[in-house]
Nanobody, 123 residues
Framework: VQLQAFGGGLVQAGGSLRVSCAVS????????MGWFRQAPGKEREFVAT????????YYADSVKGRFTISRDNAKNTVYLQMNSLKPEDTAVYYC?????????????????WGQGTLVTVSS
């Protein structure tokens, strides 16, 4: 399984951006998916997760109400729609896949990781 995150860029505070993660392999629909981020000088942290069906989602408190995770199993892609962006959302965003098929918050639940895409929010 290979994951390719893309769609990052520079956006002004208050703006929106959608990052995507394309997953290779025919078993995408069996994986729970997650987004994590790592800001400069900080540890990587959990952002959002979605179950294999898309029915269950869970968000970090810092992004709840502003970010939306979704998936398209026909396109083997998971998305993170980010609205009302703040400078503190600046980070490299990573997508990851877990074999549990459900929402997972811990990094060690994820077996596969993408390379990350940089999101920069200017003030």
């Amino acid at each position: 399984v290979q994951l390719q995150a893309f769609g990052g860029g520079l956006v002004q505070a208050g703006g929106s951006l959608r990052v995507s993660c394309a997953v290779s392999g025919r078993t995408f629909s069996s994986y729970g998916m997650g987004w994590f981020r790592q800001a400069p000088g900080k540890e990587r942290e959990f952002v959002a997760t979605i179950s294999q069906s898309g029915f269950n989602t869970y968000y970090a408190d810092s992004v709840k109400g502003r970010f939306t995770i979704s998936r398209d199993n026909a396109k083997n892609t998971v998305y993170l729609q980010m609205n009302s962006l703040k400078p503190e959302d600046t980070a490299v965003y990573y997508c990851a896949a877990n074999g549990y098929g459900n929402v997972r918050l811990r990094e060690d639940s994820y077996s596969y990781w993408g390379q990350g895409t940089l999101v920069t929010v200017s003030s």
